[in-house]
Nanobody
């Protein structure tokens, strides 16, 4: 069984920063991809950033230059550094992980950016 636990969400003013962390536990052997998704009220879930075991990253256009995804020394940890936050970044952020496909999901952490 695999469990993903996110932390680091909260309330921040526009222009501020937050750092989200995700730790995967359980049967994570072979996991080579981790990512962050978000879902704003009334909107579909969208991919924010992803990273593979080789360090290659991918970002949605709206966060490029502001967000950075990275993996910890342990391959089951992923962080999302979010800078220059905007009110439109307000959403529940979910961590996801898997082998090539993001199969497992956390329960999410709420990020609220006030204007």
């Amino acid at each position: 069984q695999v469990q993903l636990v996110e932390s680091g969400g909260g309330l921040v003013q526009a222009g501020g920063s937050l750092r989200l962390s995700c730790t995967a536990s359980g049967s994570t052997f072979g996991f080579n991809t981790m990512g962050w998704y978000r879902q704003a009220p009334g909107k579909q879930r969208e991919m924010v950033a992803a990273i593979n075991s080789g360090g290659s990253t991918n970002y949605v256009d709206s966060v490029k230059g502001r967000f950075t995804i990275s993996r910890g020394n342990a391959t089951n940890i992923a962080t999302l550094q979010m800078n220059s936050l905007k009110p439109e970044d307000t959403a529940v952020y979910y961590c996801a992980a898997g082998r090539y496909i993001l199969t497992y999901w956390g329960k999410g952490t709420l990020v609220t950016v006030s204007s």
